[in-house]
Structures are given as structure tokens and as C-alpha cells.
């Protein structure tokens, strides 16, 4: 059984540019959820896509958009990065219905620096 | 807007020592759950329990939820150096739809050798 991974692991962007992160789900999964992690916070939900459709969506402006493919692997977008950008973006799987039901399984996080 | 508040935020223990980790959270859920994250890394899931269960165990972790409280506690006995890690309580909210967790700001555990 295969993990959740994303990448890459760290990247730099200059305000304003635009950033795709990557995905690939757990095996099994079929549900991707992406959350902002801040320096010293909790992580803050993004948005979930499931069937490969938005599904939920937390307090995250329409800059911040997604896509999940047939083979559950997803992509965050971002554009018109800002300075407050820069955090640790997660990827989480689940399996929606399953007797895992919101239990996620979280890869190791892409570290995104805005200057 | 973060839904639960960890407590304390950070916690310094010897090896050897139980730790005790407090969350309160706002409104309604569905399920609590507990994570670890080891410096800024990925998390990892520790244990569930949902909101008609008062107290869960799995392994040296021991996990009580009280609804009429809105509040959770996480219990590590007998910790060991690789316990330290930060602790996130995050909610799974009732009535369904997202699968959105709501995260509190982590208890940050110190575990002395």
C-alpha cells in the first residue's frame, strides 16, 4: 500500500506568480482534501474534491483552485500569490463512505516561500 | 477561524512521565481526532472517536471526549524522547457534507531524555 505523496517538496515564487502543487493519493482513497499550514498554526482546510468535483471548501479566496484526476491525484493552483501565501501546504486522502470515513492520511507537505 | 484550542501550547515532560493534552472546540461535530507532526512534517493520524463515545485507547494513548463539555483530552503514558512532536486536535463537524477537519494550533510536547 503506497502513501500519500506530493511535490515538490519545497519551492520559491516572487509575488504575484502563479504555483501548481502535486498530489498522488493513498491507494484505495478517493477523496483529497488540501489544507494551509502557517508557520505556528494549525492546519486551515482549503478545499476537498471527491469524484473528482469540489466537494467543500473552506475560507480560501477563488484564487486558490483545484483539479482531482480519474486516479485520485490532485492539484492545488494559486495564483496572483501573495507574501501570506507562503506556508506549508498539506494533501490528505480519505475514503469517503468507507469505514474510514474522515479519518485522513496526510503526506509530507510542500513548503511554499513567497517573496 | 481555528474551532479548537489546544492546552496547554506547550508541555515539557521527562522520559518515562505521562503527558496530558487538553482541546476545546465550538460547535457540533461528528468525530474528534488527534495528530502528531514531527517539525513541521506531514501528520500522522493518531486515533478517532466519535461524538457517542466517551473514552478510546489505542496502544500507551488514551483519548476522552465529553460533548456536553465541548472538550477532549489526550493521554500518552509512559512517554518516550520520540513522542516529541506537536499534538493537533482537529473536529469533524456534524451534519456531514466536507470532510474538512478543523484544526486547534497544536500543543507543542517536549519529551526530556
Known amino acids: 500500500e503506497t502513501g500519500v505523496t506530493q511535490s515538490p517538496t519545497h519551492l520559491i515564487k516572487t509575488r504575484g506568480q502563479q504555483v501548481t502543487l502535486r498530489c498522488s493519493s493513498q491507494?484505495?482513497?478517493?477523496?483529497v482534501s488540501w489544507y494551509q499550514q502557517a508557520l505556528g498554526q494549525g492546519p486551515q482546510f482549503i478545499f476537498q474534491?471527491?469524484?473528482?468535483?469540489?466537494?467543500g471548501r473552506g475560507n480560501f479566496p477563488p484564487r486558490f483552485s483545484g483539479l482531482q484526476f480519474p486516479n485520485y491525484s490532485s492539484e492545488l493552483n494559486v495564483n496572483a500569490l501573495e507574501l501570506d501565501d507562503s506556508a506549508l501546504y498539506l494533501c490528505?486522502?480519505?475514503?469517503?463512505?468507507?469505514?474510514?470515513?474522515?479519518?485522513?492520511?496526510f503526506g509530507p507537505g510542500t513548503r511554499l516561500t513567497v517573496l | 477561524s481555528q474551532q479548537g484550542e489546544e492546552d496547554p501550547q506547550a508541555l515539557s515532560i521527562q522520559e518515562g512521565e505521562n503527558a496530558t493534552m487538553n482541546c476545546s472546540y465550538k460547535?457540533?461535530?461528528?468525530?474528534l481526532q488527534w495528530y502528531r507532526q514531527n517539525s513541521g512534517r506531514g501528520l500522522v493520524h493518531l486515533i478517532l472517536?466519535?461524538?457517542?463515545?466517551r473514552e478510546k485507547h489505542s496502544g500507551r494513548l488514551r483519548v476522552t471526549l465529553d460533548t456536553s463539555k465541548k472538550s477532549s483530552s489526550l493521554l500518552i503514558t509512559a512517554s518516550r524522547a520520540a513522542d516529541t512532536a506537536s499534538y493537533f486536535c482537529?473536529?469533524?463537524?456534524?451534519?456531514?457534507?466536507?470532510?474538512?477537519?478543523?484544526f486547534g494550533k497544536g500543543t507543542h510536547l517536549i519529551i526530556q531524555p
Open positions: 482537529a473536529t469533524g463537524l456534524a451534519g456531514g457534507g466536507a470532510d474538512g477537519l478543523t
Open positions: 472517536i466519535r461524538s457517542n463515545e
Open positions: 490528505a486522502s480519505s475514503l469517503m463512505g468507507g469505514r474510514y470515513h474522515n479519518e485522513q492520511f
Open positions: 491507494s484505495g482513497h478517493n477523496t
Open positions: 474534491y471527491y469524484r473528482e468535483e469540489e466537494n
Open positions: 460547535t457540533s461535530i461528528n468525530n
